[in-house]
C-alpha cells in the first residue's frame, strides 16, 4: 500500500526532470526498498530514476528489480550506460542477466565493457547450466599465505570495495592453487599479534566443490556445514571462485520449484506464469497431460476385459473409485515422502530394504483398517451380497494398498537408482500406475471370491 504513495511524487519528479530530488530518494532508502517503492513505473522510468544515483547505488538497486523489468532495461537504456552498470554488477547476477537477454544485444553490451570484466563474463558464461560455475562470483578475497596478519588486513582494506563478501579470506599460492582460508573473525581477534603469519592461524582441512559439480550437490554441501560462502576449483585445485549463501538460496529455491511443478506433472517454467505465452504454457502442461492420458486409458482398458464380470455383478462397479483412490491416495503419500525423505537425505539408496519393508508394514497396517471399514460399508449399503462374496472388498482394499505404498516407495529409489531425477515420478504418475494395477486386482479377486462366475468368464481372462 505505501508504495503507492510514492508513485505520483515520483511521477512528477520525472516530469520536472527533478534530479536532485530522485538523487536524494535514490540515497534515502534502501535499495530493495526503493525497487519496491517503484513498482508501477515502466522500464524506462525506473530506469531514468536509478540513474540518478551514483553507480554502485544504481546497481544495487536494479539488482533488486524484477527480472522482466531488468531485462527491459537493458532491450532498450543506453548501450554505454547500460555497460557501465554490467560493470557493477555482481559477477554471477551480470551473467545470469545476459543469459536471458537476446543474444545481439547482450554481445552489443558486452563490446562496452572493461576488458578485465568481460573476460571475466566470458569465463563464467563457459559454464555449464546448472553447475557449480555457472552460478559462482569471481569476486572474493584471497591472499598469499606468506603475509603476515598486519598486512593481510591492509591488503584487505584494498579489496575489500570490490568484493561481494569477506566473510572468509583465501589464502593462495603464487598459482592460486587453495591452501587454506582465514575468517575475517580470526584476523581480527589477532590485532594484538600482527606479526602472526597467515600460515599459523588458517584452516587447511578445506571443504570445496568443483566448478561442475551440479549446483543442488553444492546446495546441499552449503547447507550441511551451515558455511556463509563455499570455494570453487578447478581440475588441478585452483580457486576459481566461490558460492554465497544467498546463491544457495537461489538454488534451493528453484530446485524446490522444480520439484513442486514436476509433482503437478508440468514441465518446470522458465519465466512467470503471466510472462509465459500461452502456446509454452499449453505445450508444458499438455505434454505430461497427454501421457497421463494415455497411461489412464490403461484403465479402460483393463475394465473392458473384465466386461463379462462387471455386466453380472454390476455391485462391483460402486466400489471401483473407493478401491482406485484408496490405492492412488496410499502411493502418492509414499512417494511424497521417499521423494523429499531423498532430497534432505533422511533416505539413501542403502537403505532400500528398510524402507520397503517399512512401507510394507504400513501398507498391511492402513490396509487393515481401511479393509475393516470397507466390508462394513459394503455390508450396510448393499443387500444382495452375500458376507463371502463381500469378502472381495476387504481383501482387494489390503492388496491394493499393500502395492500403492510399495509402488509409491520404490519407485523413487529406482528412479534415484539409474541416475534419473526422483521427482519425475510424481504423485500423479503413481496414481495412474497404481489405479491400473488396482483395476486388474480388484478384478482377479472378483473372480476368484465369486465362485460361481469363475468359469463363465474364464474366456474372458
Known sequence: MINTLYLPELREMLA?????GL???CRTLHPARIAEFMEGLSPQEAWQVIQTGDRATC???????????????????????LSQ????????????????????????????????ERRDIRRLQAYPEGTAGAVMTTEMAKLPESLTVGTALEELGRQAKDLETIYYIYIVDAEDHLRGVVSARQLVTRL????????????????????????????????????????????????????????????????????AYRAAAVEPLEDGYLQTSLLVLAWKRGFWLFTLFLAALLTAFALKSYEQIIDQVPWLVFFIPLIMSSGGNSGGQSATLIIRALANKDVRLSD???????????????????????????????????????????????????????CGAGLPLLFRRLGVDEALMSTPFVTVLIDIGGIVIYMMVAVRMIGGLLEQVRPAL
Open 85 to 116: 552498470l554490467i560493470a557493477d554488477l555482481p559477477a554471477d547476477d551480470r551473467v545470469d542477466l545476459l543469459n536471458r537477454v537476446d543474444t545481439t544485444i547482450a554481445e552489443d553490451v558486452l563490446s562496452l565493457v572493461p576488458s578485465d
Open 23 to 25: 538523487a536524494e530518494f
Open 192 to 259: 594484538g599479534r600482527p606479526e602472526t603469519p597467515l600460515a599459523d592461524i588458517m584452516e587447511r582441512n578445506l571443504v570445496t566443490v568443483e566448478a561442475t559439480d551440479d549446483q543442488e550437490l553444492v546446495a546441499g554441501q552449503v547447507a550441511d556445514y551451515d558455511f556463509l560462502a563455499i570455494p570453487v576449483v578447478d581440475q588441478q585445485q585452483r580457486l576459481v571462485g566461490i558460492i554465497t549463501y544467498d546463491d544457495v538460496i537461489d538454488v534451493l529455491r528453484e530446485e524446490a520449484e522444480e520439484d
Open 16 to 20: 520536472a526532470e527533478d534530479q536532485s
Open 59 to 81: 546497481a544495487e538497486i536494479f539488482g533488486f528489480l524484477p527480472e522482466e523489468i531488468q531485462i527491459k532495461i537493458l532491450e532498450t537504456g543506453d548501450r554505454q550506460a
Open 352 to 406: 532400500t530394504r528398510r524402507v520397503l519393508a517399512r512401507e510394507l508394514k504400513m501398507g498391511l497396517l492402513l490396509g487393515s483398517t481401511l479393509s475393516l471399514v470397507g466390508y462394513v460399508v459394503g455390508f450396510l449399503l448393499l443387500d444382495g451380497p452375500q458376507p463371502l462374496e463381500l469378502l472381495t472388498i476387504p481383501i482387494t482394499l489390503l492388496i491394493v494398498v499393500l502395492f500403492g505404498t510399495l
